[in-house]
C-alpha cells in the first residue's frame, strides 16, 4: 500500500496534526493568482436544504467553515469529522471563537457510525484517495445519504502540479512526488468510480497557477509530503539550488493547479 493510502502512516506521519498540511496549505493561500479562496468556491456549490444534515469526512483543520462562518444556515446540523483525534483537535480549535453548534466526531469513512438515509449532505475535500478501501467508503455515503441527499467530493486533476513533479523527478530520478495520490481518485477517473454508485455525477472545475517567487516555501511544500522523507540531505541541497536558480534566471517557479468538485446524488 502507498503511503496516500496507508492510515497508520498518515495518522502517525502526515495528519498526526495540521503542521504538515498547513505548510501545504500556506503556498496555496501565498502564491495562487486566483484569489478568491478554494473554500468560499467550494461553499458556493453547497445546496442546504432546510434543516440539513451535514457530514465533513475528513475535515482538516476545520477551514471549509472558518471561511463560511459568515454565510452557515442557522437551522442546520453540521458534524465535523476526521480519522485523526489530532486533527480533529485542531479543527475544535479552529472554530473555538464560533458560536455555531458544530458537532466533532472521530470517524473512519469506511465505516460511518450513522444510520441509513439519515444526512442531507456529505462532504470530502481532498481526501479520498486517503481512503484504504474507496469502495466501500463510497457505500457508506450512498448508505447514510437521503434519497434527495448530495455528495460534494473535491479532488485534483491528473496535471495538478505536475512542474513539481517534474522537479522531484529532476532530483529523484524515477521516485514519483505525490503521483500515486493522483492517480488513485483524480478528477478525470473519479467520475467513473462514483457512477458505480450514483446516478447523478457532475464536475465542476477549478483551474489556477501558483507563481512561486520565494525558494523555501516551495521547498518546505515538496518536503512536507510522503515523497520529501526518502530525500538525502544531498538531493535536499540539489533541489534547493534548482529552485533557487529557477526563481533567479526566471523571476518565478510556474506551477499549474487543476482541482475540481464532484456534485453527485441519486
Known amino acids: ?29 501565498r502564491f495562487s493568482q486566483n484569489k478568491y479562496d478554494w473554500h468560499r468556491w467550494i461553499f458556493d456549490h453547497l445546496a442546504f436544504t432546510p434543516g440539513a ?5 475528513g475535515c482538516g483543520p476545520a477551514h471549509l467553515w472558518q471561511r463560511n462562518l459568515d454565510r452557515l444556515p442557522s437551522d442546520s446540523s453540521i ?26 466526531q472521530v470517524i473512519d469513512a469506511q465505516a460511518i457510525p450513522l444510520p441509513d438515509q439519515s444526512l442531507d449532505m456529505v462532504i470530502a475535500n481532498h481526501m479520498l484517495y486517503h481512503v484504504p478501501d474507496r469502495q466501500k467508503a463510497l457505500a457508506e455515503i450512498q448508505r447514510v445519504l437521503k434519497p434527495t441527499g448530495r455528495f460534494y467530493a473535491a479532488t ?4 495538478n502540479l505536475k512542474e513539481i513533479r517534474e522537479l522531484f523527478h529532476q532530483v529523484a530520478g524515477n521516485y514519483l512526488w505525490g503521483e500515486q495520490g493522483q492517480l488513485s481518485f483524480h478528477l478525470e477517473m473519479g467520475e467513473e468510480e462514483l457512477r458505480q454508485h450514483f446516478a447523478s455525477v457532475e464536475v465542476i472545475r477549478n483551474e489556477d497557477q501558483l507563481v512561486v517567487t520565494e525558494a523555501e ?43 475540481g468538485l464532484f456534485v453527485v446524488h441519486g
Request: charged share 20%; hydrophobic share 40%.
Open 1 to 29: 500500500m502507498s503511503d496516500i493510502a496507508n492510515q497508520q502512516y498518515l495518522l502517525g506521519n502526515q495528519y498526526q496534526n495540521a503542521e504538515k498540511l498547513n505548510v501545504r496549505i500556506q503556498l496555496h493561500q
Open 53 to 57: 444534515k451535514v457530514l465533513e469526512l
Open 79 to 104: 458534524t465535523l469529522s476526521d480519522f485523526s483525534a489530532g486533527m480533529l483537535d485542531e479543527a475544535r480549535q479552529t472554530l473555538a471563537k464560533s458560536s455555531y453548534p458544530f458537532t466533532f
Open 156 to 159: 485534483n486533476g491528473r496535471d
Open 217 to 259: 516555501p516551495l521547498i518546505d511544500y515538496i518536503l512536507s509530503g510522503s515523497a520529501g522523507k526518502d530525500l538525502t540531505d544531498e538531493q535536499k541541497a540539489t533541489l534547493a539550488e534548482i529552485i533557487e536558480r529557477q526563481i533567479a534566471t526566471q523571476g518565478a517557479v510556474r506551477i499549474q493547479k487543476v482541482a
